[in-house]
């Protein structure tokens, strides 16, 4: 049985990449990485869209005061890791349609999009509507 690709938005990856450093954080930064695991143990394909790296390589830098090098770095990793979904015009044309039908903030619109664009069945993210589908992909909130 062939498993369908999941991909992660940028909050899952920030608390793994610990970002934050709150008692809460440290919290899912442990849920993040079992996640993760989890996921790759079941042999599932993962995916990360290019916006994901972006706003992560911002957080990087802004929140945990990394310098640009070294959040670079980062996403290195976070590229050798992941199959990344580029913001191609069929993405960011899928992504208006979504933000304008849907109200949605056109960041997390791009970051949709793209799961869907690569089949995705699962966006896992804790800033989209728990349980919100759409175009065969569904976000799950890992950290309810």
Request: charged share 25%; glycine share 4%; proline share 4%.
């Amino acid at each position: 049985m062939t498993c369908l690709p999941h991909a992660f938005d940028t909050n899952v990856l920030a608390y793994a990449d610990g970002v934050l450093e709150t008692d809460a954080d440290i919290v899912k930064r442990k849920a993040a990485w079992d996640l993760i695991g989890t996921v790759i143990e079941q042999g599932t394909p993962l995916f990360v869209p290019a916006q994901v790296l972006i706003e992560l390589h911002d957080l990087l830098v802004r929140k945990r005061r990394l310098p640009r090098d070294d959040a670079a770095a980062s996403i290195a990793l976070w590229q050798q890791r992941f199959d990344v979904i580029p913001t191609s015009t069929a993405v960011l044309d899928a992504a208006m349609e979504l933000s304008a039908r849907h109200k949605m903030r056109i960041f997390d619109a791009i970051i949709l999009a793209a799961a869907s664009e690569v089949r995705c069945d699962i966006l896992y993210s804790e800033d989209m509507q728990h349980g919100f589908a759409w175009r065969g992909v569904e976000v799950v909130n890992p950290f309810l």
